[in-house]
C-alpha cells in the first residue's frame, strides 16, 4: 500500500501474504504507525491496495463485503438512541429489520448479558457493556469475519481484561474468524490462536507465532497463567524492537 505525502510517494505495507483458516483468532502486533490499521481497512475493503489482492471464501474483494464486521476503538453508539435502537441501526440502514432478524437481535442481546438493559441509553451504560453492545450491534450483520482495531484501548485495564474475556467468549461461541489489531503484546497472547508481528513501515510480516498454551480451558485469563506465556511475551517484545 502507496501513499501519495507532500515528500513524495510513501509505502506503508509491502509483501503482506496472510492465509487465515475459518474460526481462527489472528492479533497482529506491530511497532506504532507500522500500519496495522491500515491493512484492516484493506481487508474490509475501505481501501484499495496499491498491489495485491483480498480474496474471502475465493472471492476477490474490491469493495466493503457484507461477509466483514468491524469494532473500532470507541463504540460510537449515539448517545440519543436506547441500546436495543443503537444495536438496530445496521439492519435499519441495510432494510432488513424483519421479524426474524429482530428476534435474533433479542437472542443477542439474552445470551450476552443486556436485554435488562436494552432500553437504557449508552451513558448509562459501564464502559464495558458499552462495547459488549458495539459488538452486537456487529453480530445482528451476521459477518463471518470481525475485524477489531484496538478495540479495547480505550478502556481502564480492569476494565480491559474483563472486557477480553466477554469479547473472546462471545466470538468463539458465534464461531467467527477473527482478526485483532493491537499494540499490546499480553492481549495478543492472551486471545490469539496465532500472532501475527509486523516490521516496522513500510510493514512486513517478521514472523507467526502458533499459540500453544497449557490450559485446561483457554481464556484470555487462563492464558495470562500458562508457563508458556512469557515465554511467547519475550520472543514477541525482543521482535518489536525497531532496531532489530
Known amino acids: 500500500m502507496n501513499y501519495q505525502s507532500p515528500n513524495g510517494e510513501v509505502t506503508a505495507i509491502m509483501d503482506i501474504n496472510l492465509g487465515i483458516s475459518k474460526g481462527e483468532f489472528i492479533c497482529i502486533v506491530g511497532p506504532s504507525g507500522c500500519g496495522k490499521s491500515t491493512l484492516l481497512s484493506i481487508i474490509a475493503g ?8 483480498i480474496i474471502i471464501n475465493g472471492n476477490y474483494i474490491t469493495d466493503t463485503s457484507m461477509d466483514v464486521g468491524y469494532m473500532l476503538q470507541k463504540d460510537y453508539l449515539f448517545e440519543w438512541r436506547t441500546i436495543l435502537q443503537n444495536i438496530m441501526l445496521g439492519l435499519e440502514i441495510r432494510k432488513t429489520s424483519n421479524s426474524e ?9 439474552e445470551t450476552y448479558g443486556l436485554y435488562e438493559f436494552k432500553d437504557k441509553y449508552p451513558s448509562q451504560l459501564s464502559g464495558g457493556m458499552r462495547q459488549r453492545a458495539a ?15 484496538e478495540a479495547f484501548s480505550a478502556l481502564d485495564y480492569q476494565t480491559r481484561l474483563a472486557v477480553a474475556e466477554d469479547i473472546y467468549s462471545i466470538i468463539k461461541k458465534e464461531n467467527k474468524t477473527a482478526i485483532l489489531v493491537t ?17 516496522n513501515r513500510p510493514a512486513y510480516i517478521k514472523s507467526i ?3 500453544e ?18 515465554h511467547y511475551f519475550n520472543t514477541i517484545w525482543k521482535e518489536l524492537d525497531v532496531h532489530v
Open 46 to 53: 475501505l481501501l484499495k491496495p496499491s498491489h495485491g489482492s
Open 101 to 109: 432478524n429482530r428476534e435474533y437481535v433479542h437472542h443477542l442481546l
Open 135 to 149: 459488538l452486537i450491534r456487529t453480530l445482528v450483520l451476521k459477518p463471518g469475519i470481525l475485524l477489531l482495531d
Open 183 to 199: 499494540h499490546d503484546i499480553g492481549e495478543s497472547i492472551s486471545m490469539a490462536d496465532r500472532v501475527v508481528v509486523l516490521s
Open 209 to 211: 507465532h502458533t499459540i
Open 213 to 230: 498454551l497449557t490450559c485446561d480451558i483457554r481464556t484470555p485469563y487462563s492464558s495470562r497463567e500458562a508457563p508458556e506465556f512469557r
